[in-house]
């Protein structure tokens, strides 16, 4: 004699496999997501850097410039920043602090 299954089971059943997909497109939408938010990210870091190096190469200087022509552009150069901004130089170079290294720990 054959004996049918009891109906809680079957449901049950197919409630697992429905869990068990569902877990499986949740894990796999997770790794496109996290791709998707690494290429944003690195698209983000890396345009400012391409901005700044094409502003740099979009300035160039022949060989019968004048050494003061070609250090002023350099400084033009040098001082675009990717979204339109001046940056100036400091006015005196960076100094080493008199005190000493202090190691500190997180406590208090």
Not at 1 to 18: F, H, K, N
Not at 46 to 58: D, R, V
Not at 60 to 65: G, L, M, R
Request: hydrophobic share 30%; glycine share 10%.
């Amino acid at each position: 004699m054959s004996e049918t299954p009891d109906p809680r089971l079957t449901r049950r059943d197919a409630g697992l496999r429905r869990v068990r997909m569902a877990r499986r497109w949740m894990a796999g939408g997770a790794v496109v997501l996290t791709g998707a938010f690494a290429g944003l990210a690195a698209r983000g870091t890396h345009a400012t850097a391409t901005t700044s190096a094409t502003g740099s190469a979009a300035s160039p200087t022949s060989s019968s410039d004048s050494s003061s022509s070609s250090s002023s552009s350099r400084s033009e150069s040098q001082s675009r920043s990717g979204d339109g901004a001046t940056l100036q130089a400091p006015s005196s170079p960076p100094q080493a602090s008199a005190a000493g290294p202090q190691a500190s720990s997180g406590a208090s």
